[in-house]
Each structure stands twice: as C-alpha cells, then as structure tokens.
C-alpha cells in the first residue's frame, strides 16, 4: 500500500512537470506538480475506499493527474 503512495506522487509530479513544460498549461511549473498531486492522491483515497479503478496504479495516477488539470482553473494558451 505504502509503496503504491509513493509511485502516485512521483507518476503525479512527473505528469505535472511535462504538461507544464509541453506548454497545456501555463499556472507554473509548481502549482501544476501540486494540482496533480493532489488529484492523485484524492483518486488513490478513492479507490481505496470504493474500489473505483480504470486499471493499475500507474495508470490511475496518470489520468487523475490529468483530470486535476483540466477541472482547476487554468490559463489556456491562446
């Protein structure tokens, strides 16, 4: 279980720094690590209690990351 945390954070904080660097977003490198991560760590505290799951860990902190991202008010690109 410990070591499942740990993987989300760091698959949530990578997934933050390259849709900041590939230009999705534009709030800065960190506020966009720490929306990620906290999407991820809400959906990791989900699956947990309800068992909601889209596949492996993995792959849930990568689209929670995402979806964190586009829920938060973010400034497009224009």
Request: proline residues 6%; charged residues 10%; hydrophobic residues 55%.
């Given at each position: 279980?410990?070591?499942?945390?740990?993987?989300?954070?760091?698959?949530?904080?990578?997934?933050g720094?390259?849709?900041?660097?590939?230009?999705?977003?534009?709030?800065?490198?960190?506020?966009?690590i720490?929306?990620?991560?906290?999407?991820?760590?809400?959906?990791?505290?989900?699956?947990?209690?309800?068992?909601?799951?889209?596949?492996?860990?993995?792959?849930?902190?990568?689209?929670?990351?995402?979806?964190?991202?586009?829920?938060?008010?973010?400034?497009?690109r224009?």
């Amino acid at each position: 279980m410990f070591p499942t945390l740990i993987g989300t954070v760091v698959i949530a904080g990578i997934v933050g720094y390259l849709v900041e660097k590939t230009g999705f977003t534009h709030n800065g490198i960190l506020p966009s690590i720490i929306i990620c991560v906290g999407g991820a760590f809400l959906f990791y505290f989900v699956r947990i209690m309800f068992g909601l799951s889209f596949g492996p860990p993995g792959v849930d902190a990568i689209i929670a990351s995402v979806g964190a991202l586009i829920v938060v008010p973010t400034r497009w690109r224009r």
